[in-house]
Antibody, heavy 118, light 115 residues
Framework: QVQLAESEGGVVQPGRSLRLSCVASEFTLSHYGMHWVRQTPGKGLNWLTFISNHGDIEDYADSVKGRFTVSRDNSKNTLYLQMNSLRPEDTAVYYC???????????WGHGTMVTVSS | DIVVTQSPDSLAVSLGERATINCKSSQSVLFSSNNKNYLAWYQQKPGQPPKLLIYWASTRASGVPDRFSGSGSGTDFTLTISTLQAEDVAVYYCQQYYSSPRMYPFGQGTELEIK
């Protein structure tokens, strides 16, 4: 069955960087668009970014535009999220999600916690 | 910005009874060229990621019990659980995926518990 496994998050100081990865298994990553979504503690869900199946289309929420970059290596069946200039308000559980552009989010990873704190 | 609002924020329903959750989008999510409503419902249990229940406003995802149903069109939508089971205790979110540029806003969530 479809599996998405995010890398370990952790505690990061404000202003620093962190790269998350998401390994896809039991399906061919190159066939699907992918998203990152985060969930702040006790609060709701927020879409962050989308990348098309071959990486030629990227899009970002205003809250992370210019700081976060999505990428993918289809040969490794892996999705990435490079997060720079992290802020305390970026503290959240981060999910990688399989889903098309303008489509529902069919499969979610288990999520990884990122805490931005000094 | 497009806003998606759910009501109520929390809901307590007796086992075997019907639960109804509402979702309203500030803009229509009905795409006239294919007559589809770009709206989904998700269920999230504690410590788990969200799980897709309904897409295109009324299509059940694979493996979702038929006690879950979605209805509505345009800006107003409803998720109904016909006979509440104990395992349905969760937070439910609606999401619209119509907007361009891409935004994919979620509702704030509705916490469903047993009365």
């Amino acid at each position: 069955q479809v599996q998405l496994a995010e890398s370990e998050g952790g505690v990061v100081q404000p202003g620093r960087s962190l790269r998350l990865s998401c390994v896809a298994s039991e399906f061919t990553l190159s066939h699907y668009g992918m998203h990152w979504v985060r969930q702040t503690p006790g609060k709701g869900l927020n879409w962050l970014t989308f990348i098309s199946n071959h990486g030629d289309i990227e899009d970002y929420a205003d809250s992370v535009k210019g700081r976060f970059t999505v990428s993918r290596d289809n040969s490794k069946n892996t999705l990435y999220l490079q997060m720079n200039s992290l802020r305390p308000e970026d503290t959240a559980v981060y999910y990688c999600v399989r889903g098309p552009s303008h489509g529902a989010f069919f499969f979610w990873g288990h999520g990884t916690m990122v805490t931005v704190s000094s | 910005d497009i806003v998606v609002t759910q009501s109520p924020d929390s809901l307590a329903v007796s086992l075997g009874e019907r639960a109804t959750i509402n979702c309203k989008s500030s803009q229509s999510v009905l795409f006239s060229s294919n007559n589809k409503n770009y709206l989904a419902w998700y269920q999230q249990k504690p410590g788990q990621p969200p799980k897709l229940l309904i897409y295109w406003a009324s299509t059940r995802a694979s493996g979702v019990p038929d006690r879950f149903s979605g209805s509505g069109s345009g800006t107003d939508f409803t998720l109904t659980i016909s006979t509440l089971q104990a395992e349905d205790v969760a937070v439910y979110y609606c999401q619209q995926y119509y907007s361009s540029p891409r935004m994919y806003p979620f509702g704030q969530g509705t916490e469903l518990e047993i009365k």
